[in-house]
Nanobody, 114 residues
Framework: QVQLAESGGGLVQAEGSLGLSCVTS????????MTWYRQPPGKQREWVAV???????KYADSVKGRFTISRDNAKNTVYLQMNSLKPEDTGVYYC????????WGQGTQVTVSS
């Protein structure tokens, strides 16, 4: 059974930092590219960052230089370190497996106040 569990969200002031985690099970994690998405209030879900099985990373232009995606295959976990946060980073953050793209967790809420 595929499960994705995001955590680490919260309320932070602009220019602050948060670190998100996504623990997976049933995914064959080491064989899966992993992606972070977010859904701002009233908007569609959007791609934020991706990490391949080989550790290659790519970021949306809006977060480049501020966010860092990483993975720990031994823990079946993908991370998103978010620095210099802006109010427009507010949203629910989700992780997703490239092997199981139709499976989503509950997400974790990030709220950045100005």
């Amino acid at each position: 059974q595929v499960q994705l569990a995001e955590s680490g969200g919260g309320l932070v002031q602009a220019e602050g930092s948060l670190g998100l985690s996504c623990v997976t099970s049933g995914v064959d994690f080491s064989s899966s590219g992993m992606t972070w998405y977010r859904q701002p209030p009233g908007k569609q879900r959007e791609w934020v960052a991706v990490i391949t099985t080989g550790g290659v990373t790519k970021y949306a232009d809006s977060v480049k230089g501020r966010f860092t995606i990483s993975r720990d295959n031994a823990k079946n976990t993908v991370y998103l370190q978010m620095n210099s946060l802006k109010p427009e980073d507010t949203g629910v953050y989700y992780c997703n497996s490239g092997l199981w793209p139709n499976y989503w967790g509950q997400g974790t809420q990030v709220t950045v106040s100005s």
